[in-house]
């Protein structure tokens, strides 16, 4: 009688990977799978969202104690803190950008729906999520340019996923796009006062030691 293991489990869900792949290089055929997919708002965040949200907090956090851009990294407790709120913002954005999707469809001819919209809305970011790898190396931040790709995803997927005519897609996008980049604005607003704070602070230590 001999024993045996389990199968072991792959580390990363395969279905996340081609998804990932299927996005990023066959993005038309890609949203036309998604389209007829069933799915929900809570398996859209548990299996993809949260999963590829995370990769810039943790990057970054890694990248800022190990290769801070301005010599002196940020106390850990700071690090984790704005790792912390990046991460959860990055997931409410995604959230709120389906619910301007949703929300505006029926006013260029689509059709509402919350379950597609917020697939638009995850499905888009996946771009913007990946090149958070480059938080590793800080000095490479300029590579994050290359998440702009998202807005590609996203003018791809709207028509497809809402139902709207060809003809109402370029300024369904376009308003899309304003809201969401206001949110976002906010957003890292929020994030760069938190970070900002820590800074101070941890400058103002040495001063008040030395004093």
Wanted: charged share 5%; with cysteine.
């Amino acid at each position: 009688m001999t024993d045996q293991s389990p199968p072991s489990q792959p580390a990363v869900d395969p279905a996340l990977i081609a998804r990932v792949k299927g996005i990023i290089l066959q993005p038309k055929l890609e949203w036309a799978r998604i389209d007829g997919e069933f799915a929900t708002t809570r398996s859209l965040f548990t299996r993809y969202a949260m999963i590829l949200a995370a990769i810039g907090p943790i990057c970054s956090l890694i990248g800022g104690q190990l290769l801070p851009v301005f010599g002196t990294p940020m106390s850990i407790v700071g690090a984790l803190l704005v790792a912390a709120v990046s991460y959860v913002l990055s997931l409410v954005a995604v959230y709120v950008l389906g619910l301007i999707i949703n929300a505006l469809a029926p006013n260029f001819g689509g059709t509402g729906n919350p379950v597609q919209a917020m697939k638009v809305a995850v499905y888009s970011y996946t771009a913007a999520w990946l090149v958070g790898v480059f938080g590793l190396i800080p000095m490479l931040g300029v590579l994050s340019i290359l998440g702009l790709y998202s807005f590609y995803l996203l003018y791809l997927g709207l028509p497809v996923l809402m139902k709207v005519p060809a003809e109402k897609a370029v300024g369904y996008f376009i308003v899309t796009v304003i809201l969401g980049l206001v949110m976002s604005f906010i957003i890292s607003a929020i994030v760069g006062t938190i970070a900002a704070s820590f800074v101070i602070a941890g400058a103002g230590m040495p001063a008040i030691a030395g004093g």
